[in-house]
Nanobody
Framework: QVQLVESGGGLVQPRESLRLSCAASGIYFRFYGITWYREAPGNGDELVTTINTDGRTNYGDAVKVRFTISRDNANTTGYRQMNSLKPDDTAVYCC?????????WGQGTQVTVSS
């Protein structure tokens, strides 16, 4: 059974940081790309960051510089470090593990940025 479990979300003040985790089981993690999406109320899914199997990364314009994605294949976990958070970053953040046309989703973790 494939499972992706996100954690690390919460309520923070503007300019603070959070580190999200995406723990995977049931897949050969090292062969999957990992992408983080976010969905805010009234908006569709927004691709935030991607890390490929070879470590190459891609960042959405809204989060470049502030967010960093990484992966630990030995522990089958993906990470995203989010710095200088803004109220506009408030959303449910989901991780997606993908290979070719196969995608697996986690349940999401809420991030709320508010003073």
């Amino acid at each position: 059974q494939v499972q992706l479990v996100e954690s690390g979300g919460g309520l923070v003040q503007p300019r603070e940081s959070l580190r999200l985790s995406c723990a995977a089981s049931g897949i050969y993690f090292r062969f999957y790309g990992i992408t983080w999406y976010r969905e805010a109320p009234g908006n569709g899914d927004e691709l935030v960051t991607t890390i490929n199997t070879d470590g190459r990364t891609n960042y959405g314009d809204a989060v470049k510089v502030r967010f960093t994605i990484s992966r630990d294949n030995a522990n089958t976990t993906g990470y995203r470090q989010m710095n200088s958070l803004k109220p506009d970053d408030t959303a449910v953040y989901c991780c997606n593990a993908h290979i070719l046309n196969t995608h697996y989703w986690g349940q999401g973790t809420q991030v709320t940025v508010s003073s």
